[in-house]
């Protein structure tokens, strides 16, 4: 009888096992214990009718404590569920009006089987490789188990962080675990990469998501396969399991039924309090902005003010986490008048925004206060991502009708030429932006932040969705305090008419960089914007990949210094040159193609903000005596960060 069968006065409790004392079990017991055949089966006090080999004793006594805790720990699960469902039978029920398959992966996995079956030699041909490899590997496992020094068959790639415990090396059932599953990973994958005939756009998508299927089946991502799971479980005695059920339930619950996983522990951070500290003051704002200027720190500024337009798509205190790494306070002890626009969390009243607007309402009107606040005709700006798209747009509007208020341009890590986009380019055809706005109107004309969150995470999804799994739910883990990842799960909604005409005109047309985009009735050229550019891209960005941000350095008119950083889409970024961290690469000149600007670019060891400070003293000069928020001509408002960016989505 199990434990929720007893009805005669409460759950059994398993027979107490007679303590021993023993050494700690290390890595190569644990992961033992959870490869041993029949492992699912026992349970506390079963004994095999086989004669132990006197090293393995402890080994099976682990698995005994092992199977005890389990038992012990699925009684108490039970109750915490039922406690968890009584308490939120209304939790929130898929509405039916989102397609099954919004993605449209269906149709991507039939075009990879029509490719499969129209070329089956190919695909015979491929079999045999499978079992050549499978082949290969029992091979060097025989070997291995005789006592032979082997090196094995196939290893994880450099960089691959799932398998370093020891023990999918040192034992064999989980190297050979491990290994199977690389081999079939591979396998996959390139099967799909060398298919002929196939649509390119739909055989991306299915390459796509057949590493989302290979990732979520690692082995790694199984409680009994997984050694530092086991290890967790043998040293709380399964507390971590329940531990990890609480967690899993409170996710569900933060997402109203979805599952809505917890990156950081952010209600450790304070915006204000410590997070998103520098002293400034709002000065401006409307529908969707707040315009934040920062309090000086030298006696002295930069004559031309700084401008940074974040995306909307994040806050942006990425800029301003700690003072440590805060690029916002860097700036301003460089001695520059720092102005950040803090978009709105909007809700469904601003449904009908478009583009035009964030362009008009958010950069336009953030220059003409800053002119009020300093009286400075010439601003430099800074654009990060959407912000730097957007920044992009305007200039060549600005181009357009002889608007010259900025001096010059700085881009983080932003794109305004979208053919090698990357992954996200295969969320945009038809069938998948029309799902994205019946998501939208089901919401209120509104995307919520967690849906596009959820597609920046799936770049990444060993790092940033099952490395949570694994760490939330089977080690039972509680969020860290990591200011980044806190930043990261602070998701921000977009308005429909914004976000729809982001990915259909940019991501889908791409009619900036083609020269075909209209606005307020002007065709758009980016050749036309002839003011000093300052590019950043990241190494290993995947949102915006390096060659992209090369190919929109190439469309401006004027003098463009592109630069590249160790990296990816946020630290190559917010890389404070205290740390010494990454290297960056330089080369003044811009030639044809990324490569040829590799061949020649000098690599330097650290942060590339002194180089970029110095370039932009190059374009900005002047001093004059540095300015407080509110010596001008606008009032404040509230202390930074303001209330904008604390609404939450």
Known sequence: ?????????????????????????????????????????????????????????????????????????????????????????????????????????????????????????????????LWGDYAKLMATMSRRMSGEDVSPAIEPQAGDKRFAHPAWRENQM?????????????????????????????????????RQFVDALAPTNFAMLNPEVIEATLESKGENLLKGLSNLLEDIDRGHGELAIRQADSDHFKLGENIATTPGKVVYQNDIMQLIQYAPTTDKVAKRPMLICPPWINKFYILDLQPKNSFIKWLVDQGRTVFVVSWVNPGRELRDKTFEDYINEGLFAALSAIKKATGEKKIDTIGYCIGGTMVSTA???????????????????AQADFTEAGDL????????LDAIEKQMDAAGGVLEGRAMATTFNMLRSNDLIWSFVIDNYMKGK?????????????????????????????????RLARGEMIMDGETLDLGAVDIPIFMQAGETD?????????????????????????????????????????????????????????ANAERHPGSWWPYWLKWLDGVSAGE?????????DLSIIEDAPGSYVKVKA
């Open 1 to 129: 009888m199990t434990q929720a069968e007893d009805k005669s006065g409460g759950a059994k409790k398993p027979a107490k096992r007679k303590k021993k004392k023993k050494p700690k079990p290390g890595p190569e017991a644990a992961a033992a214990a959870a490869a041993a055949p029949g492992a699912a089966s026992r349970s506390s006090g079963q004994k095999e009718n086989v004669e132990i080999p006197h090293e393995n004793k402890s080994l099976y006594e682990d698995f005994d404590a092992l199977s005890e805790y389990l038992t012990e720990i699925s009684g108490k699960s039970q109750e915490v569920v039922r406690e968890f469902f009584a308490k939120h039978g209304d939790l929130r029920r898929m509405s039916g009006e989102v397609s099954a398959d919004p993605l449209n992966v269906g149709e991507a996995f039939q075009e990879m089987m029509k490719g499969l079956s129209a070329d089956p030699g190919t695909v015979m041909q491929r079999q045999f490789n």
């Open 174 to 210: 989980l190297d050979f675990t491990k290994q199977s599953y690389l081999i079939f990973a591979r396998w996959l994958e390139t099967t799909i990469s060398q298919l002929e005939g196939m649509d390119e756009h739909e055989k991306s998508k299915a390459e796509f998501y057949a």
């Open 395 to 413: 200039l060549a509007l600005m181009a357009k009708k002889g608007d010259n208020r900025i001096n010059s341009a700085t881009f983080f890590t």
């Open 425 to 432: 380019l295969l969320f945009v055809d038809d069938e998948q």
């Open 478 to 510: 509680s969020p860290a305090k990591f200011d980044l990842l806190s930043w990261n799960s602070d998701a921000t909604r977009m308005p429909k008419k914004v976000h729809l005409f982001y990915l259909r005109e940019f991501y889908q047309h791409n």
């Open 542 to 598: 995947h949102i915006a990949p390096y060659r992209s941000i090369y190919r929109t350095a190439k469309l401006f008119g004027g003098d463009v210094c592109y630069m590249l950083a160790g990296s990816g889409h946020i630290a190559g970024v917010v890389n404070h040159p205290d740390k010494m961290k990454y290297h960056h690469s330089t080369n003044s000149a811009l030639p044809a193609t990324i490569e040829q600007w590799q």
């Open 624 to 632: 004059v005596d540095a300015r407080v928020p509110g010596d001008g």
